[in-house]
């Protein structure tokens, strides 16, 4: 499998995260079952999986909130069971849902977080940078809508100007512009030069954020590459769909497009696989234009980064079930 | 320590805002302390061999019933809510010590507790005309304190108990109000069967209501009271102890 292979560290960069080996296990289950990974400083990097694939455990572990039972790991240089408050300093944590402070309002709670960093950021700033306005930040927590709380949310790991910042999930649940208005944000942080350790379920999110994917199933890492590259979609055949006009069979296509041809039907429509998309076309077209008829709902893409990692995740689980059987 | 002043500053804030904190800490003693010192008096009771009113015991129990509700209930529902909510690990998430979030979780009960019962002495000395002795002050504070600690040890123990705020209160509820009954706050001890008063003892509230019925009848730091005081603390040992084997600060894991 892909778990073999080498992952080496960034060129120029020191790593920010380094897991070797990582193992963990909850009565029988595997939850962790030897994950390796490494991070580089300012990298954003996404760390995607079902759930229950060991993503929760594996960030639990790095937050120096979880115990392990093998393994190497070490963040921003220190292992994360023995996380002292000097590295709790540097290190922000941005939750899955949490509801935050009831009965203070945003500035207090921003107030508070503040007072408990030796150095931390200003809090106007920080509202600033996760735009939070001054019409917010005098509502109480516990009435802020689903958008504003998760931005308070990344205000109050902020606060503390980490080097590190783990995110959770930072989108889940929000309307398509919360959401464009969240990367935006998140662009911000890297524009400060932050390391972000993000899982998302929301694989555009993934694409449009990260420097960098690692793919977790049955708690090994599947794959690992950029959005470009993982599960080889650089080099993956595009997808050529088309319908044909009524009365033309698809056995009729010719041959070397044939040959191409998936045995099901995406939508409704024919799909070909082809390493060399414009040449197929090529064919298609002259075909179709001897036969004097046009194809329908003509589209070509290249597989999304959603295709590649369904496909990753579905290989994953079919092993997983011949190793049972 | 700054810290915890810190962030104690910010709980006793958000505290008062809170009416279900505001409708424990201050409305129910009050009108538990109207209707009962109200209502029954003219009767007479004893305690530690002192003739009383019943106004005169009725005053220190509501002190003691409001004490316990304060910190013992109090604390167990906002570590559970906390930690359900996920604020216990956003705040262990932070360069903050666990035993500066611990003391500072504390520190705002008992502060509150602290605000309660003074409002309860004045209550009860200008409404109700009962007055502590001079002599009860340090007994007083002995109770107050001693079931302070004690509560806040158990709190913490008990709060490894419950996994939601749901739970948690059902839970606190029927741990509290039995040794409210036998512990001689609504009935005085002496009237109940002998077995129940030696049950009552285990248990701290017993030792805090003893502590503070005898400061109104001016008891000075002797025996009984010193040996309250001392179980009280060996209580707080007991729920702290049990407290750092148990306690979590993550939320309970889902699915």
Redesign the interface.
């Known amino acids: 499998m892909r778990s073999g292979t080498p992952r080496r560290s960034f060129l120029g960069m020191d790593t920010a995260i380094r897991v070797h080996g990582l193992r963990r296990s909850f009565g029988d289950v595997k939850a962790v079952a030897g994950v390796d990974l490494e991070v580089g400083h300012g990298e954003i990097f996404a760390f995607l999986g079902p ?1 229950g694939a060991g993503k929760t455990t594996t960030i ?1 572990i790095l ?1 120096g ?1 979880g115990e392990r039972d093998a393994g190497e790991v070490e963040v921003l240089g220190v292992d994360p069971a023995h996380g002292t ?2 590295w ?2 540097r ?3 941005v ?1 899955q ?8 309002t945003v500035r ?1 709670c921003m ?3 503040a ?4 150095t931390p950021r200003p809090v106007d700033e920080t509202l600033e940078l996760v735009g939070l306005g001054a019409e917010a930040q005098e509502k109480m927590t516990g009435t802020l809508s689903g958008g504003q709380r998760r931005r308070l949310d990344v205000a ?1 790991a902020l606060i ?1 100007d980490p080097e590190l910042i783990f995110l959770d999930e930072p989108t889940t649940g929000f309307d398509p512009a919360a959401r464009r208005d969240a990367w935006k944000m998140l662009d911000g942080l890297r524009d400060l030069g932050k390391t972000i350790f993000l899982t998302t379920h929301y694989m555009e999110e993934a694409e449009r954020l990260a420097d960098r994917i690692a793919v977790i199933a049955g708690g090994r890492i599947i794959d690992e590459g950029t959005p470009a590259t993982i599960g080889h979609r650089d080099i993956a055949a595009s997808e050529i769909l088309f319908t044909l006009p009524p009365g033309i069979e698809d056995w009729e296509l010719p041959d070397d497009l044939l040959a191409l041809m998936q045995p099901e039907r995406h939508g409704g429509r024919i799909e070909l696989h082809s390493a060399a998309p414009l040449a197929d076309l090529g064919r298609l077209g002259s075909w179709a234009e001897g036969r004097g008829i046009e194809v329908g709902e003509l589209e070509v893409r290249r597989p999304t980064l959603e295709d590649v990692y369904l496909r990753l995740t579905a290989e994953a689980a079919e092993v997983k079930t011949e190793e049972v059987v | 320590m700054d810290l915890v002043l810190h962030v104690t500053r910010f709980q006793l804030r958000a505290f008062l805002r809170n009416k279900r904190a505001r409708m424990f800490t201050l409305i129910i003693p009050l009108i538990l302390l109207a209707l009962l010192a109200g209502v029954f008096h003219g009767g007479e009771t004893t305690v530690s061999g002192v003739k009383i009113d019943y106004r005169q015991f009725f005053v220190p129990s509501v002190i003691v019933f409001s004490l316990t509700l304060t910190t013992l209930a109090m604390l167990v529902a906002t570590v559970v809510q906390q930690r359900e909510m996920g604020i216990l690990k956003r705040r262990r998430a932070t360069p903050m010590p666990a035993w500066a979030l611990i003391a500072s979780q504390s520190l705002t009960v008992i502060l509150m507790a602290i605000g309660t019962v003074a409002l309860l002495l004045i209550v009860g000395a200008v409404a109700f005309g009962v007055h502590i002795p001079a002599d009860g002050w340090v007994t007083l504070v002995l109770g107050v304190l001693g079931g302070a600690f004690a509560f806040c040890g158990l709190g913490y123990a008990l709060s490894t108990f419950a996994d939601s705020a749901d739970s948690a209160q059902p839970m606190i509820q029927l741990i509290t109000f039995p040794l409210f009954f036998i512990s001689g706050i609504w009935i005085p001890i002496s009237e109940l069967p002998k077995f129940l008063e030696i049950v009552a003892k285990i248990f701290p509230v017993e030792h805090v209501a003893d502590l503070v019925h005898r400061a109104y009848v001016g008891a000075v730091p002797t025996g009984p009271v010193l040996a309250d005081f001392a179980i009280l603390v060996a209580w707080a040992a007991v729920g702290a102890a049990v407290a750092s084997k148990r306690f979590q600060w993550l939320p309970p894991r889902r699915g």
């Open positions: 759930n639990e937050e909130f408050s000097d709790r300093q290190v922000g944590i939750m849902e949490s509801p935050g402070e009831q009965e203070l207090e107030e508070l977080y007072g408990l960093y030796k109050l503390g």
